[in-house]
């Protein structure tokens, strides 16, 4: 994978750069919004981290420029403006994703991850339409809406359906409450309470009656994640 | 509708102005129609009894001059009588009556004072009629003496002036009462306009304008004092979101790059390390710190209003349902019941307005929240959408503790926490945003005890 950084402030910058760069991507960055916008349309890249506030040129000023000049990378917005209208304003110029700062670094990750992965079945629609999602002893079958562990079916009400279902698209990847309650609910707001960790609680022991082997495991200060240990 | 209309420019100051102009016009009229009565139909009656007066001192005159006896004075007075077709003479002497009447009417006054007494003529075609004298009785040696003078015309007169002064009178009052209620609503327009301008300041559309008429009146001056004064606020309001934004991005900076650095420090291979859940426990501590301090610029962000471009057509009821989904594991950890109650509705149509639905959503899922928070265990919780052709209300309601009636208005404010010894139960905004997103809606917020209990109602008016 590689990505473009295009952030001012210089440490913000460089932890997002020795990030991706520990989990195996190439990064390139860029402090100003006219050297990104340099960049992002004279090389190619997966996915563009782009800050909302940059010098000499808006973050949002870059963002349709590269629109204009044709250029579909996908891209994350990250902004200290967190308001709705913000976030609307992001989105409508062409902006693939909004994250407010600060951040877990580990949302960053995975939210970029899922864009390239969006990104990639665009272009080519045969790959990844699995109507299967399986992870141990436990399979969700999309098309017949039934999960099963072992052999027993688990009955699941819309929205455990819909939590378990993008945990498992994302499986082994840390997936943060905000990031659920936008996939599940598709409300954007940072609902500040514990009500996501009750939902994946009573998912949770739907899935692990009867001595099951845990499945979900609760990453502390970050999110969610499901994995075999 | 057009009643009550009616009634409130009756109710307005300009309206009592104006019937205390109509009042004060209808006495000046009233004064000068007094004049008038008296310079025209008063003199006439004036002269006539001048002229009695003077018949009645020339007949005495000959009455009392010596030499004179009762037959020759019969004679002058029935000459007299005889000559004039007004004038009316009769003289009672103890043998007979002299004159134009047959007797003298009883209760005459004594000269000079007169009155009006009714008698009754024959015209030249023999036609009885009554009419009116003006006349009073002279005594004389030879007998009472009455001298008087016809005037029929004294009742048309009266009846003329009458009529053409009440005439006058309600022209005055119609018209001054007419001009009166469209100046009244010409004003009241203009005034109407200001209040709806205010109004829709108060729901945050800091963008409304007064509009300014060709004629520069004082309601043109006013109205662009108003408008000067609304490009004031919005330039403070404007340079206090810039201070809030140029905080945000400072100090989110700051608090971005502590993040990452404990984060990137934390080692997920140690299991059960002191130094790694310190590390933990110092993230929960600055995650803590940044969700107040985001609710905090969030609440002053929504208080600035949103973007029209941001209001979309919201299907309530779905909203609604989307709360109770999302809310209902909350209310089973403590054994209550929460439910949804659509009422005065077909279920099966939508219930739509417009908003901002995550805001919204927001809104709503606070007050429930909140709800399930402070109702005890195996308590009630109950989302109703009552639909009414000229509102729409969403009650949240428990059966919980409740709050005292003294702290309801207080709960919107920021911090605001009823009982100040619970801890760990929010930050004490999550009630002033949902005042905040109510507010720019345009609704109403509502709180009422029910005993035992609390519920709090958003009201959006059609």
Sequence with gaps: ?229 | MWLERLRRSFRTSIWRFTLTFTCIVLCICIGILTLVYRFTVSEQTDQLTKQVLMTAQSLSDIANTEGIDRALFSKTVERRSDKSASSILVLQTPDNVIGNLDSIPSALPTLPELTHFPIAVVDHLGQASVTLALGGQQPTRFGPLLVGILDDNYLVRQRDFLSASIWALSLTLIITLITGYLFNRKVLLRINQMGHLITEVKNGNLNTRLPLSKHQDEFDTLSQQINLMLDEIDNLIDSVAQVTDGIAHDLRTPLSRMRISIEKNIDTSVVNSEKEDWKLTLLDELDGVIATFNAMLELSRIEKGVQPTSLRQIDLKQLCQDVVELSLPLAEQKEQTLSFVISEHESSEKIVIMGERNLLFRAIFNLVENAIKYTQEQGLIELELNWKEASCEIVVRDNGPGIPEALHDKIFQRLFQVDVSRQNQGFGLGLSIVKAITKIHGTDLCVTSCDPGLEIKIIFNN
């Design chain 1, 1 to 229: 994978m590689k990505l473009l950084v295009i952030e001012d402030d210089s440490t913000t910058r460089e932890y997002i750069q020795k990030g991706f760069q520990e989990s195996g991507a190439t990064v390139d960055t860029a402090d100003n919004g006219p050297d990104g916008l340099f960049l992002a349309t004279t090389e190619h890249y997966d996915i563009i981290i782009l800050d909302r506030m940059l010098p000499k040129m808006d973050g949002l000023a870059v963002l349709s420029a590269l629109r204009a000049a044709n250029i579909h990378t996908p891209i994350i917005i990250l902004s200290a403006l967190s308001h709705v209208d913000e976030r609307i304003k992001g989105l409508k110029v062409g902006g693939d994703d909004y994250l407010t700062k600060p951040f877990s670094f580990q949302e960053l990750l995975v939210r970029a991850s899922i864009q390239v992965d969006r990104q990639k079945q665009l272009l080519d629609p045969s790959n990844g339409s699995n109507t299967l999602l399986t992870i141990a002893d436990l399979s969700m079958d999309l098309v017949g809406h039934k999960v099963t562990r072992g052999v027993k079916e688990i009955k699941l009400q819309p929205k455990e359906f819909q939590l378990l279902r993008y945990l498992l698209e994302h499986k082994e990847q840390v997936i943060s409450r905000t990031m659920l309650f936008e996939a599940v609910w598709d409300y954007h707001f940072d609902p500040k309470t514990n009500v996501i960790d009750v939902h994946i609680a009573k998912l949770r022991k739907k899935l692990e009656e009867e001595g099951h082997s845990q499945l979900i495991y609760t990453v502390r200060g970050a999110g969610y994640v499901v994995r075999t240990t």
